[in-house]
């Protein structure tokens, strides 16, 4: 009698925790590294705001990520060891990030010694998915993908003869350089200068006085933020007067240097999203994102968004196990505020996305779509005007 | 030519905030024999009261020196009484633990209250410039040299002919023989502060137009800065004018005839030569 009473105490209290655990399942960790001081803080900022959205959402389709955020400030060496904490002390089943190329690139093998699922969202040097690691995954385009785009642009709209290359001797900077040179020349543009900074100094004028001399008609740039306002501003005091400025990206496609508009105005940024793309949900997110941080949503937020996405939804439905995970990554198959995403092996590349590159025009600080034609109706502005 | 020019007048024009940023650190280093490590935090924190300034009640960034200067010469005493004070006999470990982290605790603070954002001051004149025989020079640049040569200059008849500058020298020469001379050695550390922290704070100010504004822009300064007062020799302050102008000059120089990459390979290795040659720096007096 007594037995049975225990008994029936215990189905009661089994009875009772089971729905329990239905309606709360254990959370699937997630580690995010991120750059969120540092001088690439601003837009490890515009990620982490990409990364909330993405939870959000999460949970409201019943998945219940417990998200382990990761400061790597920049430097290479502490987004190694936080890789290394994420994949061994936290037991995470796949980590997103982190935001520059020079991290992304150094736990890129990382993620194959632990056996560690990586999707990395906007790090853009190609080198990183050319490895053959199968445990990376890259929904980023490449800088190659940057250069075209902008260059393709030019020479379509204008004739342009020349082009000078500016840069900043980061990974992401040489590469995306690298990328330009070889595609202008495939493409018939005589490169008439190659200048590589390094970035932070307060003086780019002597630089550009040289690039001014060769008069070239298209002057690419490759920087964050900070330098590109510094780069303009001195290529308005020196006159540089090419026919088009064009940025790749990074700090070209900020806000905060669309904002300075006595030298941002027609300044072209290639960028892997905007508000205007047909992709399903875009329009939702830009609302979304406007309402709940004021700012402007920008193509880093998206891809965030989009990669915690894919990574949450995938590493629920694998139960929090890195070789499922893994491989439904690499088989799977997404469609998204960033169009359809899928990882594929090409030209080289190893589950890499192959997405389509957009290009953003400045106009009274705003940016605005300008190409390609299937997104927008808006032409380029073409060629620059004279600094006043 | 016009090139050479160019790249000569920008470099000068550079090098003249980059001397003010090494003064104030020589000072300091001079009289109290203390590497001031948060000296480019400091230098920050003028950068940032310039643009409350000049955002919120409207002030130039120039004109705002007459109150970034005292503010942050009272900064430096309050730092120099309450802090640096107590470690200036201690290890020199000690020192550089407790500067570094000033620095630290400064740059931090600044990113709770301002964000990491980058704060970019523009004013109507950040962008422009006049032309001289063919090669543009820019305005704000142009003044904050302006400016940068009469502090110095002042600076130098204060250090040469007051009193007090004279009492801020001897300390520096010999603590214990000035104090015996009945000099207050520990009033004159926390001036030899403020000043040093009133020049950061004022180099923060004349760049704050043509540079950008982040709370970890100090580190960069502060690597300058060593460089610097190590070139001209240290704790001397014409050293610290002349390897200022030196550093720019020679960016500017390496950017345009090597490359801009390279540029910080060519300060470098003079800044070797120099030690090689003169281990004292250029105009600094052997010490040890």
């Known amino acids: ?21 239905a309606q709360a399942p254990k959370p699937v960790k997630i580690g995010a590294i991120n750059s969120t001081s540092g001088a690439e803080a601003p837009i490890g900022e515009t990620i982490n705001n990409g990364y909330i959205l993405a939870l959000e959402d999460l949970k409201k389709k019943g998945i219940n990520v417990e998200l382990i955020r990761e400061d790597d400030t920049g430097k290479p060496q502490i987004s190694m060891s ?39 969202p906007v790090a853009s040097k190609e080198d990183i998915t050319r490895q053959g690691l199968t445990w990376l995954f890259r929904l980023s385009a490449t800088t190659d ?48 200068a190659e200048e590589a900074y390094a970035k932070g100094s307060p003086d780019y004028r002597s630089t550009l006085t040289k690039i001014k001399g060769q008069n070239p008609d298209l002057v690419f740039m490759v920087s964050y933020v900070a330098d590109g306002i510094l780069l303009m501003r001195q290529a308005r005091e020196v006159g540089l007067q090419p026919q088009a400025f064009l940025g790749a990206g990074a700090g070209f496609g900020n806000p905060a240097f669309a904002k300075e508009t006595d030298i941002s105005n027609n300044v072209f940024s290639s960028t892997q999203w905007t508000e205007e793309v047909t992709w399903p949900g875009a329009k939702e997110f830009a609302k979304r994102y406007r309402e ?97 | 030519m016009t090139i050479f020019l160019q790249s000569l007048i920008s470099g000068i024009l550079v090098g003249g905030v980059y001397a003010l ?61 309450v802090l640096i004070n ?54 704000p640049l142009t003044i904050s040299f302006l400016i940068t040569a009469a502090i110095t200059g002042g600076l130098y008849w204060f250090l040469v002919k007051t009193n007090t500058g004279q009492a801020i020298r001897a300390t520096a020469q010999d603590r214990e023989a000035a104090q015996l001379m009945g000099i207050n050695v520990k009033r004159m550390s926390g001036i030899a502060f403020g000043l040093g922290a009133g020049l950061a704070g004022t180099a923060g100010a004349l760049i704050a137009p043509t540079y950008y504004i982040f709370p970890q822009v100090g580190s960069v300064f502060t690597l300058k800065a060593f460089v610097i007062t190590v070139l001209g020799g240290m704790g001397s302050v014409v050293g610290a004018a002349i390897g200022g102008i030196i550093v720019g000059v020679s960016e500017s120089m390496g950017a345009v005839y090597i490359s801009s990459g390279w540029k910080d390979v060519v300060v470098y290795v003079i800044f070797l030569l120099v030690l090689l040659f003169k281990p004292a720096g250029l105009l600094g007096k052997s010490r040890m």
């Open chain 2, 86 to 139: 107590r470690v200036l006999d201690a290890l020199p470990q000690n020192q550089i633990l407790l500067t570094i982290g000033l620095g630290l605790i400064m740059s931090n603070t600044m990113m709770l209250a301002f964000t990491s954002d980058y704060k970019i001051l523009s004013t109507t004149y950040s962008s422009s410039s006049f032309s001289v025989g063919g090669s543009s020079i820019s305005q």
């Open chain 1, 145 to 192: 993908d940057y250069a075209a785009i902008l260059i393709d642009m030019a020479l379509k709209v204008g004739k342009p003869k020349s082009i000078a290359i500016i840069n900043e001797n980061t990974d992401f900077g040489t590469s995306a350089a690298k990328s330009a040179k070889a595609f202008s020349e495939s493409h018939g543009l005589k490169v008439v």
């Open chain 1, 292 to 388: 709940k941080f004021n700012k402007e949503p920008v193509y880093h937020a998206a891809n965030a968004y989009a990669s915690l996405m894919i990574m949450g939804e995938t590493a629920a439905k694998a139960g929090g196990d890195r070789e499922k995970i893994r491989a439904a990554l690499d088989s799977g198959k997404w469609n998204g505020i960033m169009g359809e995403v899928k990882f594929q092996d090409y030209d080289g590349y190893t589950n890499q996305n192959k997405h389509p590159m957009l290009v953003e025009q400045i106009r009274n600080g705003k940016f605005e779509t300008v190409w390609p034609a299937t997104f927008t109706k808006n032409k380029p502005f073409y060629p620059f005007p004279k600094w006043k």
């Open chain 2, 21 to 81: 940023i090494g003064i104030g650190l020589t000072l300091v280093f001079g009289v109290m024999r203390i590497i001031n490590f948060a000296h480019g935090d400091i230098m920050m924190v003028g950068m940032y009261l310039t643009y409350m300034l000049f955002s919120m009640v409207g002030i130039d960034p120039f004109l705002s020196v007459l109150i970034t200067f005292p503010l942050m010469y009272l900064l430096g005493v309050f730092l120099q009484k």
């Open chain 1, 82 to 120: 936080a890789m290394e904490k994420l994949a061994t002390r936290d037991s995470v089943a796949g980590v997103v990030g982190p935001y520059t190329s020079a991290c992304a690139n150094a736990i890129s093998r990382l993620a194959e010694k632990y056996r560690v699922p990586l999707l990395v």
């Open chain 1, 1 to 21: 009698m007594r037995v049975n009473r225990i008994g029936w105490l215990l189905a009661l209290g089994l009875s009772l925790a089971v729905p329990g655990s």
